[in-house]
């Protein structure tokens, strides 16, 4: 006899974690080569070596992808984000595969595809505009990118209703919501991270790396100093850990600016060339990036015997970002672990061996994202001539000349132009 849907989604509210449906564990994913070099280790020390080894590799493909460009940067972050997106969807799929939702994973990937739509193109209107001038077909699809972006979400929406089936409506709107909570994680903080590379590769350079140094610090500190638990959601974090990781994170980067920022290829902005059709890094410094002299405080001048200091006033910054990057940043990571026990999981995935899925690597980084996107608009972004005049220049001619009379007479009355002599 069957058993009554309806009545098992009407307990859904009511149900505990260990009433979740289990997820099949992952495979292992280590290469078998690692795992014969690795077999005379206890499980502890294999874990080591492993994420050891991985860590290295993954380090050294992110410096390459770093020397091929901003470009190659951009599409390592779209990657990364479909990536985790998919293995975000694919545990709500396994957790609830029996009840067979009509069309959950199709339009899953069909919003992923509205919404990198949507900001991806206010991305090429906001940085390409000089191109997309040049190009009549692409004119129109800027013109009404958001009407169009709108109507493909609205296609998506009626679908979504139109698929709706009795016995399974509780369940498809909480698969609907998950949906949206995971293109709010995944989507929304990788189009921060791309605005923050436009403003100079160290803004994404030094976040992600503090992030990156902080894990492996806290994990290094944690597995030969830990003893004391910080947190019930990760048993395996430890107050020793936390702490080693920050003052380490906050040390490396200050050291890590004041090389990058000695660079223009590192703190210029990112810029299209439509003449060249390339990113281009070339600029004059800002004050940022130009070393000054500082006064050490008294204090430190008895320890240092430094009255005075020379570095780059972005380093104060790396400050505040490291020390977001190791206080809570790892909070993403927390978040991330209080769900997997949600759900019964050790990893999102087992992508990477010793390391879990892409989002396990990556939890932290989007808490990040967000962060040096508002630091960047509080205390650091002022007006842009270079982008103001990118946005004349696509205007029509009367409406340039408008602008030309009005800037004209603006100047004039307030002395700083001298009124034409001529009527």
Known sequence: QEVDLEERL???????????PDVPPPTDSTPEILKRALSGLSARWKNWWIRGILTLAMISVFFLIIYLGSFMLMLLVLSIQVKCYHEIITI???????????????LSWYFLLCVNYFFYGETVADYFATFVQRREQLQFLIRYHRFISFALYLTGFCMFVLS??????????????WTHVTLLITVTQSHLVIQNLFEGMIWFLVPISSVICNDITAYIFGFFFGRTPLIKLSPKKTWEGFIG???STVVFGFIFSYFLAQHQYFVCPVEYNSETNRFVTECEPSELFQMKKYSVPPFFQAVLRWETVNMYPFQMHSIALSTFASLIGPFGGFFASGFKRAFKIKDFADTIPGHGGIMDRFDCQYLMATFVHVYITSFIRGPNP???????LILQPEQQLSVYKTLKSHLIEKGILQPSLRG
């Open 10 to 20: 009407g307990e859904l509210d009511l149900r505990s974690d260990s009433d979740i």
């Open 92 to 106: 709500g799929y396994r957790v609830y595969h029996s009840y067979d939702l009509p069309w959950f994973r199709s």
């Open 164 to 177: 709706l089936v009795k016995k399974h409506y509780r369940l498809q709107f909480y698969m609907f919501a």
């Open 245 to 247: 990781g920050f003052f």
């Open 386 to 392: 270079s982008k103001l005049l990118k946005q004349l």
